[in-house]
């Protein structure tokens, strides 16, 4: 290749996508054209599935939906001409009110590596190069682009990484780095955590792209690792080219560049397959309607049932009043930002449910103001379902985790005056529940896309047995969270320090002893599942082997997220008990199956700063067992490694 062929593969150029590197016609090099996002595809496309958001689809812990979730959207980017996925958006749900945690696998490294492995899996079997983003520590969306998040060595590896290290297994061809700066150096310019952790400890062998506008130099970005700019070409076209004629940055560095894009798309088959798909096509389908479907439903987290409130009882119930703006008027089912889809509809509860109990059955319907309908319609039904809502979008983050004034003092009234109040939430992530005590069941949909009202109406009429669990813990009140300090979070001077260090998420609740609203991993179905039998056994050399038994001992179908948390000896260092390991299982009545993992050596590993590797734990370890977060674990056991 000439100098100037491999300058023009290293930058963005203007396009008909959100990212577009021109085609070499020469060599027969295709054209890239990169589009967002996690959620569907986005940048104004229309003719597309607007899937439930990532932490929805997290939200089942459920590996062979996410395959087929990526699978899906990997699909429709490609019959929309892209192939480049600007996705999946794996950094951690550090800050509860990111404004990003729709877009985003959770608050627990082990539950998002676990998952989106699978995800990229199922975004290439379509032929189409995921990228995984944001590299690294983009936590917040507050001063994004200027924050330094200064983090520790252990707290970097154990917690911030462990989901890119399991993308880059599965093979992700192409990683985004970040707008934010990492302990004072600018995410992409940064040799750390690009060359040191990314490329030489973690053996990645694609390319790293900027985020747009995330470039902020040419020498010392290139020699830091940065392989590509986005969106044009201000530091690596033509000042690019002078600094290597100039010996700043040697053509080896340029050649490393180009071979690493070269070998994303000849790994998923661009090279080989020619692209036929254009931005005018109809992306849609049958099956990926019923698959958005699937997905929102596997997603539902049902966080209260008092007195068995749902399923709902249509034997005895006459009457429903349909209650909030997020129930007809306003239905809240996207994220905004890179993340944000145009729906080629939503189905809104209310739609859902009149579809699925026919023209006959009352079902009243007021919206969230004024207040006194609503009470008026909740006093003269049997039932009074509450749809209450927040939402969020890239570039802000949440002022708070209330949804807002207003619906909160709407499901106050409505519970005093409605014995039976449901209510159904949907959000980006963590909200506040001052109300929880006062309604019979509260339903957690997170953002299910365009599909939310017959999703959701299957989950209240029992049709669909909920399985969700949390992927983020509740807390409380707003301080009761690990990050509840202005240094911390959203930083002083834009230095934001990670003080809490490995105390993300559940791990500070559990290790100050602190109950929050409800944990990480919570979620009840409409049957009830019986552990016994836990089996511990093996060594560090040849793995722990963990086993018990689950049985279905209620009256209905019904999954079971079997959960295992591992409690590490005092000297390790670590947090009290921590996720290593989860199995869904989907039982008949009755029936009984077994849950069983093996944890390896690198499973039970820490990272040491001194010799700056992985080093394995020595010592008694305690294993914990459930299926309902560390609030209600079921089997305990030791074993000595």
Request: proline share 5%; aromatic share 8%; charged share 20%.
């Amino acid at each position: 290749m000439t100098m100037d062929e491999k300058i023009g593969m290293v930058h963005g150029v203007g396009g008909d996508y959100v990212g577009d590197v021109p085609a070499v016609p020469r060599l027969k090099i295709p054209a890239l054209h990169l589009e967002d996002g996690p959620q569907g595809v986005g940048d104004g496309m229309r003719n597309v599935t607007a899937w439930p958001s990532a932490l929805t689809v997290v939200a089942a812990w459920d590996t062979n939906l996410m395959f087929k979730y990526g699978q899906g959207m990997g699909q429709e980017q490609r019959i929309k001409g892209s192939n480049v996925m600007l996705g999946p958006m794996v950094n951690i749900a550090r800050v509860p009110v990111d404004g990003r945690s729709f877009e985003s696998y959770g608050e627990d490294p082990w539950l998002a590596a676990g998952l989106v492995s699978h995800s990229i899996s199922g975004i290439q079997s379509a032929g189409v190069i995921g990228c995984v983003k944001h590299f690294v520590d983009n936590n917040q969306e507050y001063n994004r682009t200027s924050v330094s998040e200064n983090v520790d060595e252990r707290t970097q590896h154990e917690i911030y990484l462990p989901a890119f290290r399991a993308a880059i297994k599965a093979g992700v061809m192409s990683v985004m780095c970040s707008y934010n700066r990492v302990n004072n150096m600018h995410a992409c310019q940064n040799h750390q955590t690009l060359t040191v952790d990314l490329k030489e400890g973690m053996g990645f062998e694609g390319w790293v792209m900027s985020d747009w506008g995330a470039t902020h130099s040419t020498v010392e970005s290139a020699l830091a690792g940065l392989d590509q700019e986005m969106p044009r070409d201000e530091y690596f076209g033509p000042s690019l080219k002078k600094a290597i004629q100039d010996g700043k940055v040697p053509e080896s560095r340029l050649d490393d560049m180009v071979t690493r894009i070269l070998t994303g798309m000849y790994a998923v088959g661009i090279m080989d397959h020619k692209q036929t798909g254009n931005k005018t096509a109809n992306a849609q389908s049958a099956a990926h309607t019923k698959l958005a479907q699937q997905l929102a439903q596997a997603g539902t987290v049902l966080v209260k049932n008092e007195d068995n409130a749902l399923p709902l009882n249509m034997g005895k119930i006459r009457k429903i009043a349909v209650i909030g703006d997020d129930a007809s008027k306003h239905p809240t089912a996207t994220g905004g930002g890179s993340g944000h889809v145009i729906a080629p509809y939503i189905i809104s509860p209310l739609q859902g449910l009149q579809k699925r109990l026919g023209p006959s059955f009352p079902l009243p319907y007021a919206p969230t103001n004024p207040t006194s309908t609503a009470v008026k319609i909740a006093k003269e039904a049997d039932v009074a379902l509450v749809f209450v809502a927040v939402d969020s979008s890239e570039g802000h983050d949440r002022k708070n985790l209330s949804i807002s004034y207003d619906q909160d003092e709407l499901v106050h009234a409505v519970a005093a005056a409605q014995p039976n109040t449901i209510v159904v939430v949907h959000s980006p992530g963590a909200i506040l529940m001052p109300w929880v005590n006062k309604v019979k069941a509260v339903v957690c949909a997170f953002l299910p896309g365009q599909m939310d009202g017959d999703s959701i109406t299957e989950i209240l009429m029992g049709d669909v047995n909920p399985s969700g669990r949390l992927p983020l813990t509740f807390p409380l009140h707003e301080d009761q969270n690990p990050v509840n300090t202005i240094k911390q979070y959203p930083g002083i001077n834009n230095e934001a320090d990670y003080s809490e260090k490995l105390l993300v998420g559940y791990r500070w609740w559990d290790a100050k002893n602190i109950k929050p609203l409800f944990w990480f991993g919570h979620g009840l179905s409409y049957t009830t599942f019986a552990y016994s039998g836990l089996v511990v056994n093996g060594s560090l050399e040849q793995g722990v082997y963990v086993q018990c038994q689950v049985k279905n001992t209620g009256s209905r179908y019904g999954a079971e997220i079997v959960q295992l948390y591992v409690r590490y000896p005092g000297s390790a260092g670590e947090p009290f008990r921590q996720l290593r390991g989860f199995e869904k299982l989907a039982l008949k009545v009755g029936q009984a199956r077994m849950a069983q993992w093996t944890l390896q050596k690198e499973d039970l590993s820490v990272w040491d700063t001194s010799s700056h590797s992985w080093k394995a734990v020595s010592g008694e370890l305690g294993i914990y067992v459930g299926g309902n977060g560390l609030g209600d674990l079921k089997l305990h056991g030791t074993i000595n490694v």
